[in-house]
């Protein structure tokens, strides 16, 4: 924690350059003016529906394995939001006149302002489900149904619609044919499936180790179901993708074929999404593979998995949008140290914030075991 | 810590040991001292950067009273009085009943000169390190409408060259604008007479609109942006030519403080080939209605559907002259 402090101050002296200097500090042009930061934001919008595939399979389907591991996922869902949002401020040329979204906000014709209020609402019902549990857990009281069980089912179209609006920001612009694809919204969505439990099987885990709470390993192994079906649907949209840009081969293909094969001599990207597109193809053989049912190898797939998509999502989807330009001008972008310490420093302090809710939950959850007989957590402690 | 506060729940408040409470001390007081040199860049903000009350509290342009609008470019002229040493002479100049612009562009007489790119600086008060431009001159070859073919750096002893037409590409200002259903505070709009406008004092800076720009028009300050004093224009406007600041949008506007009271665009003026025409399309004399009308007018991307207000066109020809000059 301590460490994750420190990287956590670097971002913010880094940022600190960056509100003095404006954001000249970072590598983006008016050529490619969205970089970094909104590459992060887009992959962080996905970790945070990560919380709803463990809610669905509860609450839905009633799988018991998965209960009481929703409220990591949840409490995963609002450290992204808040890295989501703090992404979105580092962008900003002008924070100083954020109130400006409160005085004339352009809703429903600006898909920014939804995300705004889809975010904010995210962060607000997760917070609400958490504090709510926690706090019944804390007072050893049985959290009333009515208080919680319709925000968790708020909350599981809620974190489709962050994610729909969060692809619609980009696919409605008719000037970038490489986000003008209905296939983004559905991509989003598997990828953000796929790496978002990846993501909760390494801490989950991280969690059993070093404390007291105990993680059912067959919960681990449906978290690893839903990852190997979204990650295959992930692969597939993909190559549904690739056909229909490779095939057509018209003028719109550019952006692509600057990703995949680099485009009049200028490749910066190529090494990155082939490294993005070989790291998934990796995880997902170790998934299918029958032997492979042992932890350490799902812990290789989900790390594999993790940065891979991470890659597709940031490098892959944000920057190269914008090469090359409406007016057909080929500028490469490469982040700036500046602007990689801060991004460094938002993830820093996400996970610095998620340590410290973990820290807090796990001994509010144990603590109450052995006294109420009511509370849902009960049968699982009580062993 | 926190898990062992919460653990033993009030047993161990109130007992705190002298050691506890300087270790505690100590790292309070060390974590403090970190989040301050964290800060320290801030240290070199100077007292102009940041925004005076009562420019924190300037409202959209929509909604100033008169009143509130002089009050606001008495606060611009003094803040561009302060920094340039000249008193500027500003107006909030307001759209006419009954004009729509239109801009039409010769491509056959362009001869690539980007004469109209630096006259477009000179007026606007763009910055000049980094200089930003609100024109982009691509250098064609001929037989194709192919922007990814185009040159946009060519850097020649002579223009035009024999095998090149020349397409300046500035912001189109369309009447169907990407760029204005995007921005999430209402911070770009199209005024009555078809000019899309930014209030550089309302813009957060997000860069929405710069994505959504299919003819990549609009330029962004990524530093505060460099003016020497003797190079600023001050006869301006409220929604054109005025200063910018660091952090916000800027692009093309049809030179509004020029053009709303009967005077043509800058780039138009200097074009020495008379590739450039500019008029009200309402009126069905303007020369533009009668280019419209007569001429093959064509627009850039008009698969996008922004509806631009900005025509290009080739001159036709006769057959007998084709051998010997080409388009």
């Not at chain 1, 962060?123 to 009281?141: F, M, P, Q, R, S």
């Not at chain 1, 079906?229 to 490779?246: D, K, Q, R, S």
């Amino acid at each position: 924690m301590l460490v994750l402090s420190l990287i956590s101050l670097v971002g913010l002296n880094a940022y600190c350059k960056q509100f003095v200097q404006g954001l000249s500090t970072t590598g983006m042009t008016d050529q490619v003016s969205w970089g970094m930061y909104i590459a992060n934001f887009t992959f962080l919008v996905g970790m945070a529906a990560a919380a709803v595939m463990l809610v669905i399979p509860v609450y839905v389907y009633k799988n018991k394995e998965l209960h009481d591991l929703v409220i990591f996922g949840e409490l995963l869902a609002v450290a992204a939001i808040v890295m989501c949002l703090l992404f979105v401020t580092a962008d900003l040329g002008r924070p100083d006149r954020f109130h400006h979204m409160l005085l004339r906000f352009n809703f429903p014709i600006s898909m920014l302002t939804w995300d705004v209020l889809v975010l904010n609402g995210y962060l607000a019902l997760n917070l609400h489900i958490c504090g709510y549990l926690v706090y019944c857990a804390y007072k050893k009281e049985t959290p009333s149904k009515k208080f919680y069980i319709p925000f968790v089912f708020i909350a599981i179209f809620w974190a489709l619609s962050i994610h729909t609006v969060t692809a619609f920001l980009y696919v409605g612009l008719g000037g970038r044919p490489f986000w003008n694809s209905a296939i983004i919204a559905p991509r989003f969505l598997a990828s953000a499936f796929a790496a978002g439990p990846a993501f909760l099987v390494l801490t989950l885990q991280i969690i059993g180790k070093y404390t007291m709470y105990n993680v059912p390993r067959k919960a681990l192994l449906t978290l690893k179901n839903i990852i190997t079906v979204a990650l295959t649907i992930n692969m597939f949209l993909l190559i549904c993708e690739l056909f229909t840009e490779f095939y057509t081969d018209s003028t719109h293909v550019a952006s692509m074929k600057y990703l995949l094969f680099g485009l009049h001599g200028k490749h910066a990207l190529v090494p990155w999404i082939w490294s993005g597109i070989g790291l998934n193809t990796f995880a997902l053989i170790i998934l299918y593979l029958p032997f492979t049912k042992s932890l350490p190898f799902i812990n290789v797939a989900c790390v594999c998995m993790i940065i891979g998509i991470w890659i597709e999502k940031g490098m892959g989807l944000i920057v190269p949008a914008f090469i090359p330009t409406p007016l057909g001008e080929i500028v490469e972008y490469l982040p700036t140290l500046n602007e990689t310490l801060v991004c460094l420093g938002i993830w820093a302090f996400g996970l610095l914030l998620y340590s410290i809710f973990v820290r807090i939950t796990v001994p509010v959850l144990n603590g109450r075991l052995t006294i109420d007989k009511d509370f849902i957590y009960k049968e699982y402690y009580h062993d | 810590m926190s898990s062992d506060h919460q653990k033993n729940g009030k047993s161990t408040c109130g007992q705190v040991s002298r050691r506890s409470f300087l270790r505690q001390g100590t790292s309070v007081a060390a974590g403090l001292a970190a989040f301050t040199a964290a800060l320290k860049p801030l240290a070199d903000l100077k007292p102009e950067d940041l925004p005076s009350v009562d420019e924190f509290l300037q409202k959209h342009y929509k909604e100033m009273s008169s009143d509130e609008m002089s009050q606001a470019l008495k606060r611009i002229s003094d803040k561009v009085e302060k920094r340039f040493e000249i008193r500027p002479d500003i107006k909030d100049i307001k759209a006419k009943d009954g004009v729509e612009f239109v801009y039409a562009l010769n491509l056959t007489r362009c001869i690539g000169c980007r004469k109209c790119v630096h006259a477009c600086v000179a007026e606007n008060n763009q910055s000049r390190e980094p200089e930003i431009q609100y024109i982009r001159v691509l250098e064609m070859p001929k037989g194709t409408l192919d922007l990814e073919q185009g040159n946009h750096h060519y850097d020649k002893p002579q223009v035009p060259s024999q095998d090149h037409f020349y397409m300046p590409v500035q912001c189109h200002q369309c009447a169907n604008p990407p760029c204005v259903k995007v921005c999430p505070v209402e911070a770009t709009w199209t005024e009555p007479d078809g000019i899309t406008v930014i209030d550089y004092d309302w813009c957060i800076g997000c860069r929405y609109c710069e994505a959504a720009c299919p003819y990549w028009a609009r330029r962004f300050n990524f530093s505060e942006p460099k003016l020497p004093k003797k190079d600023l224009n001050p006869n301006m406007s409220y929604l054109s030519n005025r200063p910018r600041e660091k952090g916000v949008m800027e692009k093309c506007h049809f030179c509004l403080h020029r053009t709303r009271e009967g005077r043509m665009p800058a780039c138009l003026e200097v074009c020495p080939v008379g590739a450039r025409k500019f008029g009200n399309v309402l009126d069905p004399e303007s020369e533009v209605s009668q280019i419209l009308k007569n001429k093959r007018v064509f627009v850039l991307k008009e698969d996008v559907g922004t509806l631009p207000r900005f025509f290009y066109y080739f001159d036709e020809q006769h057959p007998r002259l084709k051998g010997d000059q080409q388009l």
